[in-house]
């Protein structure tokens, strides 16, 4: 299965700054997706980002506040933006590799911690 | 709607007892389903899945899973939990047609001596 490198691990920041967090894959994967898991919570989809246009975002999540980008197939940011304490969550980054079917493979990042001040 | 639920949101087993987590999803078609275990301070471990074919899937650290159409469910048992079992287990589904994973609420699992 595919290797992700997520950098940072985590962050401690100022309210009202953004942050950018990378996703590195060591393979070209098709699907790449950032997930937000907030204290003691489930993991909840962000947005699918998309090789060459824009992420589809979930409802409840907007590009204004999640910008995503997706210039190859290795490689994804989620930048947070405008932060604020409820902010502070877990961050990972996903993807699906599955070369025999769709839903085969999904591995997950190691995750950037956030904690908004 | 569409949904994944876990049921139980603590559930207590005593060291070398068996184990039963409960998944129940709410789709038109038989999603792929999965189960994650994530350990505190750490990511996510696919445990096993379920695409086809026999029902009753075998996973890693000796669990195994077993699909119900009948029930919409997908219920994670281990015949015997040890210490380290002790962690937070979590049901996804990715509706087939969509690449997605669809996450439940979660279950945390305590392990007593």
């Known amino acids: 299965s595919a290797v992700i490198s997520q950098k940072p691990s985590r962050d401690i920041c100022q309210r009202g700054t953004s942050l950018t967090i990378q996703c590195q894959v060591d393979?070209?994967?098709?699907?790449m997706f950032w997930y937000r898991q907030q204290p003691g919570q489930s993991l909840t989809l962000i947005a699918t980002a998309n090789q060459g246009s824009e992420a589809t975002y979930e409802s409840g999540f907007v590009i204004d506040k999640f910008p995503i980008s997706r210039p190859n197939l290795t490689f994804s940011t989620l930048t947070v933006s405008n932060m604020s304490p409820e902010d502070s969550s877990i961050y990972l980054c996903s993807v699906e590799d599955g070369k025999k079917q769709a839903g085969d493979g999904y591995t997950f990042g190691s995750g950037t911690r956030l904690t908004v001040v | 709607a569409q949904s994944v639920t876990q049921p139980d949101i603590h559930i207590t087993v005593s060291e070398g007892a068996s184990l039963e987590l409960r998944c129940n999803y709410s789709?038109?078609?038989?999603?792929?389903l999965f189960w994650y275990v994530q350990s505190p301070g750490q990511g996510l471990q696919l445990l096993l899945k379920?695409?086809?074919?026999?029902?009753l899937v075998q996973g890693i650290k000796g669990f195994e899973a077993e699909f119900k159409r009948s029930q919409s469910s997908f219920n994670l048992r281990k015949p015997s939990v040890h210490w380290s079992d002790a962690a937070e287990y979590f049901c996804?589904?990715?509706?087939?047609?969509?690449?997605?994973?669809?996450f439940g609420t979660g279950t945390r699992l305590l392990v007593s001596p």
């Open positions: 393979s070209q994967v098709t699907m």
């Open positions: 789709y038109g078609a038989t999603p792929y």
């Open positions: 996804a589904v990715a509706p087939k047609g969509f690449q997605k994973l669809v």
């Open positions: 379920y695409f086809s074919g026999d029902t």
